[in-house]
């Protein structure tokens, strides 16, 4: 079993939808959850950092951590064809070693 | 924002030579950085973790020997990729920690290499 585990899809979405992105996890010592998103050949961008379960919100994106289901999400409002990316989920015990997801391939269709 | 630069961005080397690529930090001081290679539509994947003045340790089935990684700065991390093959070629990216008070992980842009 995958330490970290998300769907690849690929995800399309048309323009305005919520998009809803999940993964889970294996690992309970998992402290940090991270997501990331990642235009076709650039680097990955870090979106939200949380800490702690419960919600964190910052503009259109919301992440969400539960730790007791091992679970993790980033919900998207209002998607925008600019949000077409791949997004990875990434977390640590540590903030030092990071496992990513194998990244969800996002389409927002105008 | 906290910035992490790589360089260069793409790279074409002939089969057998020597390529490096760089990692800076540009406004915080990475104690630790990490070197990660991605393969097409597939996650990254960590090959070694690079911490300054130190040996860098790497992952298992990752060889020192031909990913010679040096973190010779607060800044700045080297790899280098020796005697590369055409089955080297791949998307390189490094990350670096911010133990500031933003306690985070960023990501360089990626440098693309192309071994002919």
């Known amino acids: 079993q995958k330490e970290v585990e998300q769907d690849p899809g690929p995800l399309s979405v048309p323009e305005g939808a919520i998009v809803s992105l999940n993964c889970t996890y294996s690992n309970s010592a998992f402290q940090y959850f991270m997501w990331y998103r990642q235009y076709s050949r650039k680097g990955p961008e870090l979106l939200m950092y949380t800490y702690s379960s419960g919600n964190k919100e910052d503009g259109r994106f919301t992440a969400q951590v539960d730790k007791s289901s091992k679970y993790i999400s980033l919900f998207i409002r209002d998607s925008q064809p600019s949000d077409s990316a791949t997004y990875l989920c990434?977390?640590?015990?540590?903030?030092?070693?990071?496992?990513f997801g194998a990244g969800t391939r996002l389409t927002v269709k105008p | 924002g906290a910035v992490v630069s790589q360089h260069p961005s793409w790279v074409i080397c002939k089969s057998g030579t020597s390529v490096k690529i760089e990692c800076r930090s540009l406004d915080f001081q990475a104690t630790t950085m990490f070197w990660y290679r991605q393969f097409p539509k597939q996650s990254l994947m960590l090959m070694a973790t690079?911490?300054?003045?130190?040996?860098?340790?790497?992952e298992q089935g990752v060889e020192k020997d031909k990913f010679l990684i040096n973190h010779a700065s607060l800044t700045l991390s080297t790899l280098t990729v020796t005697s590369a093959h055409p089955e080297d070629s791949s998307f390189y990216i490094c990350s670096a920690a911010d133990r500031g008070p933003g306690n985070t992980i960023y990501f360089g842009e990626g440098s693309w290499l192309t071994v002919v």
């Open positions: 690079s911490n300054e003045g130190s040996k860098a340790t790497y």
């Open positions: 990434a977390m640590s015990w540590n903030n030092n070693d990071m496992r």
